[in-house]
Every structure is written in C-alpha cells, then in structure tokens.
DNA sequence: AGCCTTTGACCAGCG
DNA sequence: TCGCTGGTCAAAGGC
C-alpha cells in the first residue's frame, strides 16, 4: 500500500527495542489527552513495554481463575460469599491466606468460562495469565447462541430468591443475557462487558446491596443499554486464532496511563463468544460532564443512567429484546439439565484457585441468576465511578453506543 | 479533519 | 534452533 515494508519494519524493531515510548508516536490517547487539555509527558505516553512487566498495579499475585458457565451470570458471584469477601470475613478466592495480592488495589481474576466452550476458544480460555504479570484477568466466554427458558414451575423470581439468598443450587438458570450478547459483526463495543476488575473490599459491600436492590427493581429489558462498559476503548488489532472459530479482537483503554486491554472472540454472527480483560483500569471510569474526554470514542459516556444512585437503567430501542430473540438455540434446562449440555453447580463452575476454600466457595455459585444481572453488573462499573482504580465488575450490553459511533447495526 | 477500524507484518514466547 | 501462535504495531482507508 505505498509503504516500505521493510522501513515499517525496522521502526517496529526499533521501537520494540526501546522502551516503547521510542516510538515518538502519539497515540490516539495522547491525541485525545491533548485535546481535553491533557499534556501528556513523554514519560506518561502509552508504553507497551509495561504490558510485559510488573507494574506497581499489577500485582503478580493476583490471578486466580474462576471458570464460570453461561449459566452463572459473573455478578452472581458479586453475590455470593466469594464476591464478598470482606463483609462476610472472608477473603477472595485464592486471597485466602493472606498476602496474595490483597493488600493492593489490584486484583482479582476471574475466568468465565462457557459450559463446553473450554477447547472451542484455545488461548482465550487458557491465554497465561498465570504467566504474565498482570495483577488480574478476567476472562469471560459466553456461550454464543443459547437461549435459555425456564421450566415450568421454575420461576425467575425463584432463581433470584435461590440466588441472593446464597443457597446453593444447581445451575438451573442461565444468564440469556449473557448468552445472548452481541456484538455487531466485528464491532467491539456493541457486546456486552464483562468486565472483572479489582474490587475493592470497601466497595464490595455497596456493590452487594446495589445488587440486591436491582434484582428487584430492574426489569429485564433493563439490560443492554450502556455503551462499552464505562471505559474507553480502542481497537488495535483483530486475529484469528487458530482452533477458534471467531477472531479475536484486541482493544485498549484509552485514558491516558491507563493499560488496561481487553480481548472479545464474537463469532460471525456477532455472538460474543469471549471477553478477557487484562490489567486494572488506574483511573475512575469516565463519566459524562466530568471531564470525561469526549468524542466519538467516548461511547461510554452514555451510562448517565448509571449514575449516582445507579437505579435508573434507560433502555433504548429494545436491543436487548432483540438481542434475545436473535438467540438462535434454545437451552430447556430440566432438573439441572440442559438439553445437550448436562450441568450441575457442582460441576460446571470450575476454579483455578489455589485456595481450596475459594474453590469451594466458587461451587457454591451454581446459583441462579436472572436476565436482569448483566446490567447490574454494569450499575456496579458505574457505581463505582471515580472510588476506585477501576474497580468494577460490569456487563453491559450495548447496541446504540456503536450506531453513536460509527458502526451502523 | 479527526477518529477509529482494518489489515498485514513483525515480535516474542513456547514447545 | 526452528516453527507455530498469540499479541501488537501502525499505515491506510473508511466513516
């Protein structure tokens, strides 16, 4: 395309022996810094090098695995003791004995994982965190296309009362949110977020009673609104990994400082299938009227909703319906039982924790979740805007922030 | 005009 | 050491 390959090259080579600032590239987070009013300093520009190492908020320690089904929405896990370490005198899972990162700000890691999906996604199931100094990673995989309905007899309201109630249960109840997520054709911001960041122990508690509130308040075409999941992202890379069916898309925060990448597998028909968060967001999300960086890329700025009290969920254009019923498959969940897919909490929520009693903990999140959690969750991400280093753990699910920026549903 | 995605290539880690 | 693969970069083009 009129380049020099081999000039391209040898900047890449260059920059990549440098510390990644070699470059002398102001990246679109520089360019939008600068127009907010932001100087970046040279040391403060993006360096890549940092992905690779231990940064101060990245704590090595930090990444326990929690491989959750699509039947278990991740803010059941806000909602349970696991989640809530701190109220119930309990610590994380894997932060159990003490000092495995627990003491910083940086996190925790959690690992969702599709019932069966676990060889369909090779890598973004499986991509080492435990190799890399990254102080957490969340990783969730949803099942792209399931459907889900209750049983007769089997009510929401049940799910909802089993599942706040903190009983243990089978994994009767699937998140069809979450299932359901999409994301237009290859577009990144359209799908829903999971977004598992560190969570602080403070806010973990407020978390837990928005949480319990919203299950009783939100409807479940409540969800799906919100652009992205709060925070601001850039799409830099798009790759098709091998035994996956669906590309993988690599996206960045965009707030100046901020390392934070995030992965999404969507499949071809926009299912997301993946998404994996890497790093800790170092700054509160943005919020509209705060100084937020505005601009097309600023999708995020449209959870006003999620403001303060976090209560008001808009729903706009009923994409979540539509998301729903775009669904393909049908998942009847009998006794536990999903048609083609046997599940049980006991079996399916598999951890990667060291500590046994997290594990043992985390079994215990085979309860049932309502459609209605995803966008609590994404009231948590904003309800936490501006305490904590990104400490949030949010879907969203988002279908107009995309046609607000520039990709037409 | 500016921002973002696409896309092909390079790099690094791993077996 | 080599090949494979995932991750990243950055120019080009699109919106």
């Given at each position: 395309?009129g380049i ?6 040898s900047?890449k ?7 990644g ?5 102001v990246?679109t ?9 932001f ?14 190492t ?8 930090a ?16 909602d349970?003791p ?30 969702f ?6 060889d ?24 792209p ?30 998140d ?6 999409t ?33 009783g ?13 709060g925070?601001?992202?850039r799409k ?27 992965k999404i597998e969507?499949a ?23 100084g ?7 999708s ?6 999620m ?7 808009k ?23 999903v048609?083609?897919?046997?599940r049980?909490s ?11 009693l ?12 309502s459609?209605?959690?995803?966008e ?24 107009e ?9």
């Amino acid at each position: 395309m009129g380049i020099n390959p081999g000039a391209a090259a040898s900047v890449k080579r260059e920059s990549r022996n440098g510390d990644g600032n070699a470059r002398g590239i102001v990246s679109t987070v520089e360019r939008r810094a600068a127009k907010c009013g932001f100087k970046m300093k040279k040391s403060e520009r993006i360096n890549t090098a940092r992905f690779r190492t231990t940064s101060p908020l990245n704590s090595p320690s930090a990444t326990p695995f929690i491989i959750i089904p699509p039947g278990v929405s991740p803010t059941a896990l806000l909602d349970t003791p696991v989640m809530l370490p701190n109220s119930h005198g309990q610590r994380m899972g894997g932060y159990g004995d003490g000092d495995r990162g627990s003491s910083n700000s940086s996190g925790l890691s959690f690992r969702f994982k599709p019932y069966g999906y676990g060889d369909a996604l090779p890598g973004f199931c499986t991509s080492g965190n435990q190799g890399n100094d990254f102080d957490f990673e969340a990783n969730i995989l949803l099942d792209p296309a399931m459907d889900f309905q209750f049983p007769m007899g089997f009510s929401e309201e049940a799910a909802l009362e089993k599942c706040t109630s903190g009983s243990r249960t089978d994994v009767n109840v699937l998140d069809s949110m979450i299932a359901n997520a999409t994301c237009s054709s290859d577009s990144p911001s359209n799908p829903i977020y999971v977004q598992s960041e560190t969570i602080h122990e403070e806010n973990i508690e407020s978390h837990h009673h928005l949480l319990e509130e919203q299950k009783g308040t939100l409807p479940a075409t409540a969800i799906g609104r919100t652009s992205d999941d709060g925070y601001n992202w850039r799409k830099y890379g798009k790759k098709l990994i091998k035994g996956s069916k669906h590309p993988r898309s690599y996206y960045k925060c965009n707030h100046e400082n901020c390392l934070v990448k995030k992965k999404i597998e969507c499949a071809h028909d926009g299912q997301i299938t993946g998404i994996l968060y890497k790093g800790t967001h170092n700054h509160p999300q943005p919020q509209p009227g705060s100084g937020a960086p505005p601009g097309p890329a600023s999708s995020l700025y449209e959870m006003p909703e999620m403001g303060e009290g976090g209560n008001s969920v808009k729903v706009k254009g009923g994409s979540v319906q539509k998301n729903r019923e775009s669904g393909s498959k049908d998942i009847k969940v009998h006794d536990g039982k999903v048609d083609g897919l046997e599940r049980t909490s006991s079996t399916s929520v598999v951890t990667e924790l060291s500590d046994p009693l997290s594990a043992a903990q985390v079994k215990s999140l085979g309860t049932s979740e309502s459609t209605e959690t995803p966008e609590l969750s994404s009231i948590l991400a904003s309800h936490d805007d501006g305490v904590t280093q990104g400490s949030s753990f949010s879907v969203d699910v988002d279908d107009e922030s995309e046609s607000k920026r520039r990709y037409p549903v």
